[in-house]
């Protein structure tokens, strides 16, 4: 196939869109989940076909513009919008197909995990995804995918079967464990850095449709041995519970600055009647100043975090992976990068156990990589007032950094601006030199860089 630069002439050949400044719909294809993105691609293409794709990445290579990706649109820092490029927006394809029998999903790879949630789960079927509906799966799955079903059948991507992939270089290829399998081995974690997944084949398991949510608050100050103790819990928790932690703001007293929250508790997949078995020695850490026990639905579950999760306001974010939770690690987290742990605008920090089917993965079998750490922190924060924007990232930045001592790596979806030490930090060395030999193979020019970039090894240094 051939391209042009003349916009007339592609749009032609699309089944899908091409949007430009000023079009019907460019304006909504350019906003993503952080309101801090508001970049102008040259085009927007939006594909309702794998040829769409590869025409938009020809164009682009024709034209030498950048190329973003988007799906969900829920990487922090925006890099699905390239200003002055070209964006691939993949929402068209967003369909999901199930084979009940096989406990199969084929899904495309604009789908969100809401799409794949509700066509499975009127099967009772599910398989990992993360915790927010119109978060995509493409990009979590080539992250690495956590989600209130790790703990049993692995990360998101230790459940793909198949890909089906645009290279840098127009070519549809597909990856398996038989087909391509070094690809199919990079994919899994390695990010977007090989070229635009529009296809992926998940298996699925029978996890019914019923869970249970369990959540006791407790302020703050003082509340650093109920956190040991809910730390100890989750190192023995069963494979059904995940369990979370997290420390926010509170209201303030009259004349009295912002104190912290700390809330603890787990989520359950399955019988709620077997989960409430855990909920004595969750209370026994202590009189909580609210208790929350919810049962619900599978799919409420995975839609209870989207009203907070919208895409309307400014955020930033940091992460770490924790080896251990020292008790010295949870009194500095207790104080969110301050003296006392009080102050307006201090960010939101998150925990969750990791464990069971994660850590049973053999390390070399995929390019996700600290598959044996036990916690993964997030020191988040959302805001409406562009005026707070250098205020807040440096809240975070700040209270990340007080645990950086603790950390050994850190997630690759819960980088932010870190650029190559991010990378770095996502990767040991020697799994981090297997994929720049996979780049090398697959995109050796570094088409594919609005990501966490793996940079081909003609471009090192």
């Not at 209201?251 to 700390?262: D, S, W």
Request: charged share 25%; hydrophobic share 40%; aromatic share 6%.
């Amino acid at each position: 196939m051939t391209t042009t630069g003349d916009p007339g002439t592609l749009r032609d050949r699309l089944d899908g869109q091409l949007l430009l400044a000023g079009d019907p719909g460019y304006d909504e294809a350019r906003t993503v989940w952080n309101a801090m993105v508001d970049r102008r691609p040259r085009m927007i293409v939006r594909c309702a076909s794998v040829g769409d794709v590869v025409a938009a990445v020809r164009t682009a290579r024709d034209l030498d513009l950048e190329i973003g990706v988007r799906c969900g649109g829920h990487g922090v820092v925006g890099l699905a919008v390239p200003e002055d490029g070209l964006m691939i927006d993949l929402t068209p394809l967003g369909s999901v197909r199930v084979d009940p029998a096989a406990r199969r999903a084929w899904v495309q790879g604009g789908a969100l995990l809401g799409a794949l949630d509700r066509t499975a789960q009127e099967h009772g079927l599910a398989t990992t995804a993360g915790n927010v509906s119109h978060t995509g799966v493409g990009g979590l799955t080539l992250g690495g995918g956590m989600g209130w079903l790790a703990r049993q059948y692995g990360l998101t991507c230790d459940n793909v079967e198949s890909f089906e992939m645009v290279t840098a270089a127009g070519a549809v290829v597909r990856a398996s464990r038989d087909e391509n399998p070094e690809l199919f081995w990079g994919l899994r974690g390695g990010g977007g850095n090989f070229g635009v997944v529009t296809e992926f084949e998940l298996r699925l398991h029978p996890v019914g449709t019923q869970a249970l949510v369990a959540e006791l608050s407790f302020p703050a100050e003082g509340a650093a041995p109920v956190l040991r103790g809910w730390r100890d819990l989750a190192t023995e928790a069963p494979r059904r519970a995940t369990f979370t932690a997290s420390v926010t703001n509170a209201p303030a007293l009259p004349g009295e600055p912002a104190g912290g929250l700390a809330t603890v508790g787990f989520v359950w997949i399955g019988d709620p009647d077997e989960g409430r078995r855990l909920l004595p020695a969750l209370r026994a850490l202590g009189t909580p100043v609210d208790e929350q026990v919810h049962e619900m639905t599978y799919l409420d579950l995975q839609t209870r975090e989207d009203t907070p999760q919208g895409h309307e306001r400014r955020r930033y974010w940091k992460g770490h992976y924790l080896q251990e939770l020292p008790d010295e690690a949870i009194d500095v987290l207790l104080r969110r990068g301050t003296d006392d742990g009080r102050g307006e605008g201090l960010p939101n920090v998150s925990l969750q156990a990791y464990g069971g089917a994660i850590a049973e993965v053999a390390d070399d079998e995929t390019a996700f990589s600290h598959r044996h750490i036990r916690f993964e922190l997030v020191a988040s924060t959302s805001w409406d007032d562009p005026a707070e924007d250098a205020t807040r990232m440096a809240a975070a930045r700040r209270c990340a950094a007080t645990l950086d001592r603790f950390a050994s790596g850190v997630y690759v979806n819960a980088l932010s601006d870190e650029g190559d030490q991010g990378v770095r930090r996502a990767y040991p060395a020697d799994k981090l030199a297997r994929l720049v030999a996979l780049k090398d193979v697959y995109d050796p020019g570094n088409v594919f860089h609005l990501n966490h970039n793996v940079r081909p090894s003609g471009l090192t240094g």
